[in-house]
RNA sequence: GGGCGCGUAGCUCAGCGGUAGAGCACUACGUUGACAUCGUAGUGGUCACAGGUUCGAUCCCUGUCGCGCCCA
């Protein structure tokens, strides 16, 4: 039994707590089954949501885009593995708990602040559940997995271990991407450009064997760190210049001038310092001419005291009045450095023209502050080598939409940086590394034992080694280090010999899907491509669906600066699950939506209307219990005889072939499509209004009767089921209350292999032919009363149709079989074929050209 | 500066070689025994612009303009 109105608050608390419970053969009915074989599985690598975000209507489009083709894949059979995690280690972890707090990491023990993260972690993530739970992921809670939890370490250090020993990953003092807000090193992913409002100053150098040379820079307070000036060979000067020394000011220390094609003369003077570092290309100058590593900036971003200056490899020719300018600089931060050296310059009077300039300047994404170049130790996965077998394994994967691959190829192709895993921070994964400090053999590296994974080396040991023998790695790996082997986490296995469980590695990797969105295929996409092959020469999915993002109404971005975010949970309470689902389903892979609530109401419409058309529908089929099969054996029976029934079950048929296709293409989108105009266009405009005649008895016999209800039975269960994936709540709700008798026997119709099947329809093409044609009459009898302004109770006293331009052989023979229906469905009370109309009377055309039609109305009731 | 995507009815979008489609909005009519959270019908577009290919172009090619994103 149905209610009148559809109580949407009850409606949805109830499934949710009833799809948690087991019930299905004893299993819950998203559970993964981990006894079958790969064949029949369908393994998603879910997106971990990184747990310092807060909830926004981004996860609820790209999680629920998912959710539908883990739907249709359950459905249609599969053995869906739809793990969840929640990506909770790391610097944006620690930043968010910072904040929360008010307190700061580097003020208390490592231990503490680590505790304090994982309380904090917890809050949020339950957010996160509440918040999925509430949009009916199908996802199986006992898969949840943590980044940060011993088993997500395991993973990924084992990870870290392959590719240690497999020579993939190197640990040495080179030029690293710093912040020094966050005293970390950054991997070139998290690097922002930022324009920046700065000056270029002209500055004179001094010529050994007298002279001066002009430079050009930004960056002034970096001349102490200079080790050579280029020069384009076009230059017109590079040739009295080249081969000779310059004298840098203030620090007297004389620098080669060499020359490289990569000093643009039309830039300032055409001359510029190389320095430890001030850009990429001064890394690149360095490497190339072999020029010395002159530090002069610190972890923290300031002037040091410069201990090894006057030493062999920087020598000066006045030492006093350097180490003057040292002293005065020295603790000063970059930028009051720039400052001060701009005044002793000015002061030596070697300071040319200030010339104003907006400039590029490379930031950390999270903290904002601009980024120094310094030399440190860390750990990097050596990728710039690899570039051509990364584009050809990201050519192994279906990407959807295709043109998304375009994005990774580019950022492959335009890699400056070896992969930099390795963090100064805290709440993370520790590399399972430690120094020897054994004599003989000071610094070599140790590695832990497979076996012993997780470790921790500020603790732990490794086997062999007393606690004073060794220097434990004192870092943490970047959160992608880790999220990186999500499939693996979910595997249980990374690579040979670091197996957790080889049996289930082999069933669950690589995986069938990765979902995600566009703004980090340079990152999490990136990443894990490159440990799948690094570990397996696999590539980590078969298909990635890449998702668009969710925009305010106005096609702008939602931020909580512009003050335009809607949050999931307002819409969820006034709209429902069932209809912000809807919303999401109505967009394809890969493109940004706007948030529409004319789309939330479409969605409100269309389940008002699926509610009562189910509940007119619902009376007619009640007592038939289990009796109909399908509709191709219940036809073959002789049960299903009208052929408007045979109309609309072959019109479903074709139906569930187009949403099949779609959704098996993950156009989930144009599946939703198909299904909607069947149900509003063919079922509820067309086949209700003319079944009713029969239906209520008015029309035939029983047997005519009982033909309308199987085909009513069918048509309703097969559109639920249809509809499933994108209205989980309601279709529950409609198909647990009618078709009870089905569903004793087989649970939820969210259940696995609950999805129609082709070979259970049957089409009739006849039938559908003259179906067509009674829609097409009727719909031509309706346009014939609203052109006459009349009610649509309106009878009409005399119906002619004649043939048309495109008309069937025989009109008569063809509409024979739904005459009855027809006549009823139009309030036609006289009824005649002819072969031309009779003149005068306004006659009309069907849409489809093939019927003439006169409505003679009847005198309006007085 | 490079790459990618997008510009179709007032709005949100589909179509992608053969006389322009849907929903919303708007207008008119209508409470018909599932539904007024409704029904039926209608109005509405030189498919951004300019060239080219073709018997024929919204659809293919080239260029221009505008918007968005990614990367320098």
């Known amino acids: 039994m149905m209610s009148d109105k559809y109580d949407l608050q009850a409606v949805e608390a109830k499934w949710r707590a009833e799809w948690e419970r087991p019930r299905v053969n004893g299993a819950r009915v998203y559970a993964w089954n981990p006894t079958e074989s790969r064949d029949t599985s369908y393994v998603i690598d879910t997106p971990p949501p990184t747990v310092s975000g807060y909830l926004h209507m981004g996860h609820i489009y790209s999680y629920t885009q998912t959710d539908l083709i883990a739907r249709f894949q359950r459905m249609a059979g599969k053995n869906v593995c739809y793990p969840i995690g929640f990506d909770d280690n790391g610097l944006p972890t620690e930043r968010l708990v910072e904040k929360v707090r008010g307190i700061r990491a580097a003020d208390m023990s490592r231990a503490d602040f680590i505790k304090i993260c994982h309380e904090v972690v917890q809050e949020s993530e339950q ?18 997995y943590q980044t940060i939890s011993p088993h997500s370490m395991k993973t990924s250090q084992s990870s870290v271990l392959d590719l240690f020993n497999k020579g993939h990953l190197t640990r040495k003092p080179q030029p690293s991407l710093w912040d020094p807000a966050d005293r970390t090193a950054l991997a070139q992913a998290e690097v922002v450009e930022k324009e920046m409002p700065g000056f270029m100053w002209d500055v004179n150098f001094g010529l050994e064997g007298g002279g001066t040379v002009t430079i050009a820079t930004t960056r002034p307070e970096l001349i102490g760190a200079c080790g050579a000036l ?57 490497h190339q001419h072999g020029l010395p590593t002159r530090v ?173 023998e060794v220097e434990p790695d004192p870092d943490v790996m970047d959160t992608w280090a880790t999220s990186s082997v999500s499939p693996q986490i979910n595997s249980h296995g990374v690579a040979e010999g670091m197996m957790i469980d ?61 003050g335009n975010v809607v949050t999931p949970h307002s819409l969820l309470e006034k709209y429902g699950a069932d209809c912000v689902r809807y919303w999401t389903a109505t967009s394809r892979l890969g493109l940004d939506t706007a948030l529409s609530e004319d789309v939330l109401k479409i969605g409100k419409r269309l389940t008002t209307k699926l509610w009562n058309a189910a509940r007119f529908v619902g009376g007619h089929i009640a007592d038939l ?79 005519d009767k009982a033909s309308a209800r199987y085909a009513l039975f069918h048509t309703l269960e097969t559109v639920l089921r249809l509809f499933a994936p994108v209205l989980p709540f309601m279709t529950e709700e409609i198909y647990q209350g009618l078709f009870t008798a089905r569903h004793d026997k087989a649970g939820s119709i969210h259940a696995r292999g609950y999805w129609p099947k082709a070979e259970d329809m049957v089409i009739d093409e006849a039938a559908e032919a003259t179906g067509d044609a009674a829609v097409a009459i009727l719909a031509a009898v309706r346009k014939a009363k609203s052109l006459a302004k009349v009610s649509l109770k309106t009878p009409v006293a005399r119906l002619t149709v004649a043939p048309g331009p495109s008309a069937p052989a025989d009109v008569a023979a063809l509409l024979a079989p739904v005459k009855d229906d027809l006549l009823f469905a139009g309030g036609v009370q006289e009824f005649a074929v002819v072969e031309s109309l009779p003149e005068g009377g306004e006659a009309l055309d069907t849409d489809d050209g093939a019927f003439r039609i006169l409505a003679v109305l009847a005198a309006p009731a007085a």
Request: hydrophobic share 40%.
């Open 127 to 144: 957010d996160f559940r509440n918040l999925f739970s509430a949009i009916a992921l199908s996802v199986d809670w006992a898969l949840e």
């Open 230 to 286: 280029l020069i384009h060979p076009d230059h017109p000067k590079a040739g009295e210049l080249l081969g000779r020394n310059a004298i840098s000011p203030l620090y007297g220390v004389p620098v080669p001038i060499l020359a490289d094609e990569k000093a643009d003369p039309e830039k300032g003077t055409g001359i510029v310092m190389c320095c430890t570092f001030g850009d990429t290309t001064d890394i690149e100058w360095w």
């Open 296 to 468: 002069i900036v610190d972890h923290s971003g300031r002037m040091t005291d410069m201990p090894e200056f006057g030493g062999a490899d920087w020598p000066s020719v006045d030492l006093e009045k350097a180490r003057e300018a040292i002293a005065a600089l020295k603790g000063l931060t970059v930028k009051q450095a720039k400052t001060k050296v701009v005044e002793l310059l000015e002061a030596a009077g070697v300071l040319g023209v200030k010339q104003e300039v907006k400039r590029m300047v490379p930031c950390a994404e999270r903290s904002g502050a601009p980024l120094e170049i310094i030399v440190t130790p860390q750990w990097f996965v050596k990728v710039l080598d690899k570039k051509a077998a990364l584009i050809e394994k990201g050519r192994q994967i279906n990407w959807h939409p295709d043109y998304m691959r375009v994005r990774y190829e580019i950022w492959v192709e335009n890699l400056k940086w070896d992969w930099c895993i390795s963090r100064q921070r805290y709440f993370g994964v520790p590399f399972p590394f430690w120094y020897s400090k054994r004599p003989g053999e000071e610094g070599k590296i140790l590695a832990a034992h497979p076996d012993d994974l997780p470790v921790n080396p500020l603790v732990d040991l490794p086997r062999g080694y007393e606690a004073h």
């Open 502 to 562: 080889p049996d289930r590695h082999a069933k669950l990797f690589p995986s069938h899907l990765r979902p995600q969105a566009h703004e980090i295929i340079r990152t999490w996409a990136f990443y894990t491509i490159v440990k799948a092959m690094l570990h397996e020469d696999k590539a980590p999915w078969q298909d990635i669906a890449i998702s668009g993002w969710c925009l305010a109404e106005d096609r702008s971005k939602m931020s909580k600066s512009k």
């Open 625 to 703: 219990g289990d009796a109909p099969t399908t509709p191709k054996a219940d036809a073959a029976a002789g049960l299903v005889t009208g052929a408007l029934d045979k109309w609309i079950l072959a019109k479903l048929a074709r139906t569930l072939q187009t949403a099949t296709d779609e959704n098996a293409k993950y156009e989930y989108a144009d599946a939703l499509n198909a299904v909607e105009r069947f149900f509003w266009d063919a079922f509820c405009d067309n086949y209700l209004e003319l079944v009713k005649g029969r239906a209520y008895g008015d029309v035939g016999g029983e047997a």
